[in-house]
């Protein structure tokens, strides 16, 4: 099967309206809070969907799958992430994260999509316009109604349980994991203490001030990420579309990037209970680098949320949580993703580049990076780090690391995504570039910019020259005004010194 892009997704679900309980059309239509009925209608549309395991909800699309030209009443911006997710805050229960892409349509028009996820281990509840509260499945219609039989009650339960069956099994790996790691970790320090010992008493060494970070095991642990990444994409049963060509080339045009937390000495840390710790730092990072969707994402559906995992890498057995897998995938919305979070607290995150989606959007033959997409990806990075880092305890210095491949020429793009401006026609000469950076837990979370700095300059480095200079260009008022811009767009991105979130977590 060929890889679905947004737009062949909505070709698709357009051409099979009437046979799709999962998808639901709606025209241009008010969603503000003036509007209750109309909430109202949105919320029992997506509760129910998210009661039969998730789908999409378009607007701009009539009732008969006819996609209706722009709304000049109720354009894209009416629809935007913030605006979705406060109607979802207060009409649904549990709370939902869905996703709204923007996806732009073969007749030229921009329409809103929400993709919704699946239910958890309860159902979802949605008000109706007088704020009661009621459960909904899809039936044939394909239509919305309220629970009223138990046939229907049953198919909902049966699915909850399947969902807390996943919780319980990640509980007790959980537990297990935590267990072997904390055991490991007695074992080796327990060794290290008798040969130290051993080396003092009969050579009259002294015992070492201090550790070198061990980029070698991390190094490691990163490349085992990568090529399961890069496995993942090959796996694909490739079609011969253009799309097609372009996701099998992300095996070799893609970012390896992530970090480790540290203890004083530089030695690596047991990471506990990793489940809730991810699951917490996966709601913190809604909050300050959210695009709709996140590095380190934690999702809920029992198909693709983050498992236990055991790996034999670098001939040793190494435990970790694995998050959802790019073969899981069925839409390319312009980027994979696949990521690991190592028992020993190194987390490594693969990527595909943003701006080759819209390369080949745009039918564009040049290869380019934009500055601002580097800016999203190692912010996106540095905020999961320090959220971590200030719920680990002993973490005290932070090792980032990112390895970027597929640079060779190409240019440097000014704006989001699509590389019509340029910082400098210079093209990059070197095929790979990587960087190496060690922070302390102070630096982290007091110096978040000149953080942030020090990791993006050194990459832009590679177009650095006399039309471009990245230590100029990286100053606090382009970056605030970059940030604004992003919010403007939907985007929940928010510099870590511009809010107490993470710092009121500080011991």
Known sequence: MSVLTDVQQMEEDLRHRSEKLNVEFKAWMDISKSNKDGQAKIARHIAAIANYGGGRLYFGVDDDGNPEPLSEAFGP????SDATHNLLKTRLGPALQCEVHFTEFTNGVTYPVVHIPSHGATPIGAKDENSFMHVYVRSIGPESVKVSNYQQWDIILKRCMRFRDVEAVQTREEDDLTRTQAMTKAITESVTASVLKILAENMGLAPAAGQDVDWTTIAALT???????????????FGTTETDQQVREIADKHVAAGYALLGAESNFLT??????????????????ASFGWHDFIVLTNSDVSPRTRLWFIDGKDITGVEGMRVDAKTIYFGEYDYWRAYGNSVFVTTKSYREDYQRLRMHSEQLFLTSVNIFIRMHCLLAHAAIMAA???GAEKIALFTDHRGLKDRILGKG????????THLKAVENRYFTRLVVTRSELLEDCLGTLKRLCVPILEVWGGSYFDPDEWFTRDNIDQIVSVLQ?????????DQGVSIREQLP
Do not use: C, W
């Not at 911006?77 to 935007?80: L, M, P, Q």
């Not at 506990?272 to 909050?287: T, V």
């Not at 767009?489 to 870590?496: A, D, I, K, Q, Y």
């Open 77 to 80: 911006e009416h629809y935007r």
């Open 223 to 237: 490349e085992g990420a990568r090529q399961e990444f890069v496995r993942q994409i090959n796996a694909f049963d």
């Open 271 to 288: 990471l506990e209970r990793p489940h809730r710790l991810l699951r917490e730092a996966s709601e913190e990072m809604d909050k300050v």
């Open 391 to 393: 719920k680990v305890a």
């Open 416 to 423: 989001l995504d699509y590389g019509l401006r340029v910082h």
């Open 488 to 496: 403007k767009e939907g985007s929940t991105v928010r510099l870590l």
